[in-house]
């Protein structure tokens, strides 16, 4: 059971949840003239790479790369609303 604010994952979805958090450090970030940089979503050249490391195929990479999309839309989105109003 996950702890407030913890994301549960099922279990057979855990590869793509650990490859998510590590490729996340990998993540660059844009913008900053008057606002903080903005996180940008983990490039596919990276999840090709963790795949091709870790000896999966192409659906895996289908996989992860249609998954990362939304998981990276929602942490945008998150992180945004953390941003205080005016430096948005």
Known sequence: MAQ?????????????????VRLHLDRQYAG????????????????RLWCEWHGYGQDDLDMLDHCFARMDAEFVAWWTERQPKGRR
Do not use: K, Y
């Open 4 to 20: 407030s604010g913890e994301a549960e994952v099922n279990p057979a979805w855990l590869w793509i949840w650990r490859a998510w």
């Open 32 to 47: 900053g003239d008057l606002s903080p940089p903005r996180p940008q979503p983990i490039r596919w050249e990276t999840i």
